[in-house]
T-cell receptor
Framework: AQSVTQPDIHITVSEGASLELRCNYSYGATPYLFWYVQSPGQGLQLLLKYFSGDTLVQGIKGFEAEFKRSQSSFNLRKPSVHWSDAAEYFCAVEDGANNLFFGTGTRLTVIP | DSGVTQTPKHLITATGQRVTLRCSPRSGDLSVYWYQQSLDQGLQFLIQYYNGEERAKGNILERFSAQQFPDLHSELNLSSLELGDSALYFC???????????????FGEGSWLTVV
């Protein structure tokens, strides 16, 4: 069965610092992987997705993620964090029928 | 704005009651999904409909049911409500119900349900 692990519940970074959020997945076939962001009181917004091809995926708001099959990972990165990036970030794997299975999320706090 | 509309945004009801949450998908999207986000269970897939037909079921309780109507809007019915059903219920939609590289799932802003 598919599953996603986000080992970091909460991360705090300074504005302007780099960011990496970890995501490990379990899936029997080639995974379709996603990162979503949820701002307080908001819905889920898609940041980026990996289906195939280039293992480095570019997304919106300056985010990127790298798919590493050997490590079963899909970590999200941003070179310079802005205060507006403070939110909850969810990694998800899709089951082949467009149904998403989410990790428990990582809450990002950005300090000035 | 994702284009997925959910009503109501907030709902408070008593244990044992029944509520209906409504979702209008993005224009042109044939698939509708329901997810539950709670403190205990995190974000969980409940059920998927495609063009009026149930396509897949996740961790949906028997007390819960859903349907998708000919105009493609969907309703999630929650009955015999318990305190533990308090959660944020998301609706999402996509063009198709199968994985394709161009198929993105768009989420609404959710319906907050509080059971007291």
């Amino acid at each position: 069965a598919q599953s996603v692990t986000q080992p970091d519940i909460h991360i705090t970074v300074s504005e302007g610092a780099s960011l990496e959020l970890r995501c490990n997945y379990s899936y029997g076939a080639t995974p379709y992987l996603f990162w979503y962001v949820q701002s307080p009181g908001q819905g889920l917004q898609l940041l980026l997705k990996y289906f195939s091809g280039d293992t480095l995926v570019q997304g919106i708001k300056g985010f990127e993620a790298e798919f590493k099959r050997s490590q079963s990972s899909f970590n999200l990165r941003k070179p310079s964090v802005h205060w507006s990036d403070a939110a909850e970030y969810f990694c998800a794997v899709e089951d082949g029928a467009n149904n998403l299975f989410f990790g428990t999320g990582t809450r990002l706090t950005v300090i000035p | 704005d994702s284009g997925v509309t959910q009503t109501p945004k907030h709902l408070i009801t008593a244990t044992g009651q029944r509520v209906t949450l409504r979702c209008s998908p993005r224009s042109g999207d044939l698939s509708v999904y329901w997810y539950q986000q709670s403190l205990d269970q995190g974000l969980q897939f409940l059920i998927q409909y495609y063009n009026g037909e149930e396509r897949a079921k996740g961790n949906i309780l028997e007390r819960f049911s859903a349907q998708q109507f000919p105009d493609l809007h969907s309703e999630l019915n929650l009955s015999s409500l318990e305190l533990g059903d308090s959660a944020l219920y998301f609706c999402a939609s996509s063009v198709v119900g199968q994985s394709t590289s161009g198929n993105t799932i768009y989420f609404g802003e959710g319906s907050w349900l509080t059971v007291v």
